[in-house]
């Protein structure tokens, strides 16, 4: 690698932000290139590898795994991309099958946004902010204030003006678990601040552990980090877990006591297959009622997403985030930092409007809606069971049931032969079979190690968005071999 004095050019690897390069995000990672690599070679003809269709398994991009966008969420967008058509109503109605209700929310958007071209407010469309505190007091039953909530490009740009206006300098740390979605570790990386790992307990299908976290805390302060904030991932991404209700009574408890930030990060909150989804938000406000005074002083922000549940629409990069109990002052900032983002793309503050106020009962739109949205969910469990029924037959492969988001994350005991084989390339184990997977099936998942995992263990992380099962029975055929080869 050139160095800066060998270089002519003024940027070099070795003079840019060390803290870019520090940061590690294995979600789009060696596999993911090297797996696009078989994809180009595949449009291109290429016979010479050992299957024909290349499943991208590694990444929750459900469009992009043939996933169908819901009809009135396109219907109204493509009028606010183009208003003129408006001029065809009949048209649109009498021959490309829009509802009357696809009209009237278009028509109404356009009236609260103007042009989806313009710049909206920093923090995002008030109208669709309304809706977002409507949506909220439906979910949970207790009201929320539209001005504190702030339209985002996604979940990640909200976790980045969090994190942002938390990480004061290089003390600062944040409780996050493990295994975790890599955004969190790659984004305190970048703004050098702490990451506090607390381990979640796969012998309890994913569950946080009180214990871990009071521990994993402890630690870190008696190192003389200032521990600010605890990130709960719910339903879990790598991990699927739901969280129950006493788990986040736990938490809420805890973050009282230690003072902690609470940042509950909820994008699976419809991808949910057992048991019900509980917000942080509803707990609180639950526990505030219970025990006047006691929680007053709790600091939460809540974040969700059109990406994930069955919207599914990622690329359109939509999202918000709630805050409870912030000092006026800090949340003046925080307005601040957005506005030098300038604003969320305002068709993904649409996108947000429409997930969180969908067709209702007897709309004329509503039973399509109902049945895109029942299709998504059940074809979803049911490639979950599949997997998760495949996994079961695997050799030395543990994996919970499937409980929620879009991911299995089963264990793996790999034969030493193959960790010696894994370590002469330079390799984690987990890495070193995730390679050969994909070498031999055109399947790319994720090794446990890039979320994360209690040392000494090993997992992968795959999706279950990808349609059909046939590449199921590929993963199951490769691991059969690979044991087969490296077995003791
Ligand atoms: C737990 C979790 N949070 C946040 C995100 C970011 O989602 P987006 O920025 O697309 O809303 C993801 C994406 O996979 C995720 O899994």
Not at 463 to 482: M, S
Request: glycine residues 8%; proline residues 6%; contains cysteine.
């Amino acid at each position: 690698m050139a160095s800066e004095a060998t270089s002519s050019r003024r940027l070099n690897i070795d003079n840019i932000n060390p803290h870019v390069r520090a940061a590690k995000y294995a979600v789009r990672g060696e596999l993911a290139v090297k797996s696009e690599e078989y994809r180009a070679r595949l449009a291109q003809g290429a016979t010479d590898l050992p299957f024909d269709t290349v499943i991208s398994a590694n990444i929750g991009n459900p469009q992009q795994l043939d996933q169908k966008p819901i009809t009135f969420f396109r219907q109204v967008l493509s009028i606010l991309e183009n208003p003129g058509l408006l001029e065809k109503k009949d048209v649109l109605i009498e021959h490309l099958g829009y509802k009357t209700d696809v009209i009237e929310r278009a028509e109404w958007l356009l009236k609260e946004v103007g042009s989806v071209g313009a710049y909206s407010a920093s923090n995002g469309v008030p109208a669709i902010r309304k809706s977002v505190a409507e949506f909220l007091e439906r979910r949970d039953g207790f009201p929320a204030n539209w001005q504190d909530i702030y339209l985002s490009a996604g979940a990640s740009s909200a976790v980045n003006t969090l994190l942002h206006i938390i990480c004061a300098d290089k003390n600062t740390g944040v409780l996050v678990p493990i295994p975790q979605y890599p955004l969190y570790t790659a984004s305190l990386s970048v703004l050098d601040a702490q990451c506090v790992p607390y381990y979640l307990n796969e012998s309890t299908n994913w569950g946080t552990d009180l214990n871990v976290l009071k521990e994993a805390c402890e630690k870190a302060k008696a190192e003389g980090v200032d521990v600010r904030a605890v990130v709960i991932i719910n339903p879990g991404n790598p991990t699927g877990a739901s969280l129950p209700e006493s788990d986040i009574r736990a938490v809420i408890e805890f973050a009282r006591q230690e003072r902690l930030v609470i940042i509950a990060d909820e994008v699976y909150q419809t991808n949910v297959f057992i048991g019900e989804f509980i917000s942080f938000k509803k707990m609180l406000r639950q526990m505030q009622k219970e025990q006047p005074g006691v929680y007053d002083n709790i600091e939460l922000a809540s974040l969700h997403s059109v990406s994930k549940g069955m919207v599914g629409e990622c690329g359109h990069r939509g999202g918000y985030f709630e805050l409870v109990g912030f000092d006026p002052a800090v949340q003046q900032e925080i307005y601040k930092f957005v506005s030098i983002m300038l604003c969320a793309p305002v068709i993904g503050q649409c996108l947000v409007e429409l997930m969180v106020n969908p067709p209702k009962p007897g709309e004329p739109s509503y039973d399509l809606y109902r049945a895109e949205y029942d299709a998504i969910f059940n074809g979803l469990r049911e490639r979950a069971n599949a997997l998760h029924a495949a996994f079961e037959q695997m050799e030395g492969v543990e994996c919970g049931v499937p409980q929620g988001s879009m991911y299995l994350f089963p264990r793996i005991k790999l034969p030493a032969k193959a960790c010696e084989a894994a370590a002469a390339e330079g390799r984690t184990p987990d890495e070193f079979y995730c390679m050969r997977m994909l070498e031999a099936t055109g399947v790319c998942v994720v090794p446990g190690s890039g979320f994360g995992q209690e040392p000494g263990t090993l997992h992968f992380r795959t999706t279950f968005l990808a349609p059909g099962t046939e590449w199921v029975g590929r993963i199951v055929k490769f691991h059969q071999e690979f044991m087969d080869k490296y077995r003791d």
